[in-house]
């Protein structure tokens, strides 16, 4: 059981910086947390609604539109950073970016020592796809635990919800780096919100 409490959440989280390079990172000083999702999976929105915030981390319309790893203080004096990581697999980016992309979180994540766990989110109404496969096998290889979290729940009805959380935790099982138990979001209802606290509060001390 972690020492760190919930209530956490409602103190004061502000934002940092965005790092669109390497060189622009925060000093790895503190642990940090990071959310990685395909572009409208609702990752902002997970984001306010963990750190019970309107408008923390900036939701959009357009996919794709973030490219830089942003950064979120939590904590005065300073107990943790939250990370949020450009969103991918989006249609419409040119090659150069998606490639781009690909060499900034990789090398976030191979050479970032203060990261103590990703969280990997998958809309629950299509699933895991190749894309978040290959990010997966991403975090495999540079040894970084991560944890499956379902979005947007409450868009699915029960029972395709049951056979769609089954099929990712079969998938999430077969990697090395995955925590076994997958968690069950919705922002708008704020449905699974206080076991997502406690998984990044457990992964802060962990």
Known sequence: MTSLHPKLFSGPISFLKS??????????????IAFAGRSNVG????INALTN???????????GRTQELNFFDVGDPLIFRICDMPGYGFAK?????VQKWRFL?????RGRAVLKRTFVLIDSRHGIKPVDEEVMEMLDKAAVSYRVV????????QEALDITAEKVAAIAKKHPAAHPDLLLTSSEKKQGIDELRLAVLEAVES
Do not use: H, M
């Not at 990752?43 to 997970?46: I, Q, R, T």
């Not at 915030?53 to 996919?63: D, F, H, K, Y």
């Not at 379902?150 to 009805?157: F, R």
């Open 19 to 32: 790092a669109p390079q390497l060189q622009f990172l925060p000093d790895p000083d503190v642990p940090e």
């Open 43 to 46: 990752k902002s929105s997970l």
């Open 53 to 63: 915030r309107n408008g923390l981390a900036r939701t959009s319309n357009t996919p």
């Open 93 to 97: 980016a040119p090659p150069k970016v």
């Open 105 to 109: 979180i990789n090398d976030y994540l």
């Open 150 to 157: 379902l979005t947007k729940v409450d868009k699915v009805k």
